[in-house]
């Protein structure tokens, strides 16, 4: 993807990418990626987020246990999905059964004792700088998954952030699979905004 690429044109191609080059990704580029998060809207500008970077295969390959037992726990008991979405399982599960080797993964956590009482907030805070995060990461050619692995007790949650260390007060929200994309895949497949737009009323 070309560096000069536009704020719209990222939007409109940013996909979820499942497939990494083993390549590293550069310390300059990850910090672009980060800043470019921080750049975002929180709740009174609380910028509650807090980012954890792992590289280290070893780290990769501990966190990988919880997440897939888990997810695989899900998928064992789920049933009626249709094939696309069977399609979209089976490489969401071969990219978290490959975790070790993507080469970079980003947790995304909020420190709850930064982030306004309401809840609404709490998530919302969050969800703009992985936005920003992800599309910085595609502008400089570079391929994100955004996934919910590990954020909650039944993902994991409790074992991830005993590997990573994260305190008791910060919750996971997301991670990010982060690197550059053996697949080059088409435009977003989403509904015309007719489907759902209202104007001046429902
Ligand atoms: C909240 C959220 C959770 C997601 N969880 C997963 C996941 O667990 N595994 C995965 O491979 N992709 C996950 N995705 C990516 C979506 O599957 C993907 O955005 C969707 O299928 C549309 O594909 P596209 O982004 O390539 O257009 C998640 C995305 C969001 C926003």
Not at 60 to 72: C, I, Q, V
Not at 74 to 96: C, I, K, N, Q, W
Request: glycine letters at 6%.
């Amino acid at each position: 993807m070309p560096s000069d690429m536009s704020l719209l044109d990222g939007i409109n191609s940013l996909r979820s990418v499942r497939k990494f080059k083993p390549d590293p990704v550069p310390e300059d580029k990850i910090r672009i990626i980060l800043e470019s998060a921080s750049k975002a809207a929180s709740g009174s500008n609380t910028q509650p987020w807090e980012f954890v970077v792992v590289r280290d295969a070893n780290v990769k390959t501990r966190l990988k246990e919880p997440m897939l037992r888990t997810w695989l726990e899900r998928l064992a008991g789920s049933s009626g999905m249709s094939p696309r979405m069977r399609d979209v399982y089976d490489e969401a599960t071969e990219m978290l059964r490959n975790t070790e080797k993507v080469p970079v993964i980003i947790y995304c956590c909020v420190d709850l004792t930064r982030v306004g009482k309401s809840e609404e907030v709490k998530y919302a805070s969050i969800y703009p700088a992985v936005q920003n995060l992800m599309l910085a990461a595609h502008a400089l050619g570079l391929a994100t998954c955004l996934t919910v692995h590990g954020s909650t007790p039944t993902r994991g949650e409790p074992e991830v952030k005993k590997i990573l260390g994260i305190p008791g007060h910060v919750k996971l929200a997301c991670l990010v699979y982060l690197g550059y994309p053996a697949v080059q895949l088409g435009s977003p497949k989403r509904k015309p905004i007719e489907k759902f737009v209202h104007y001046d009323r429902w």
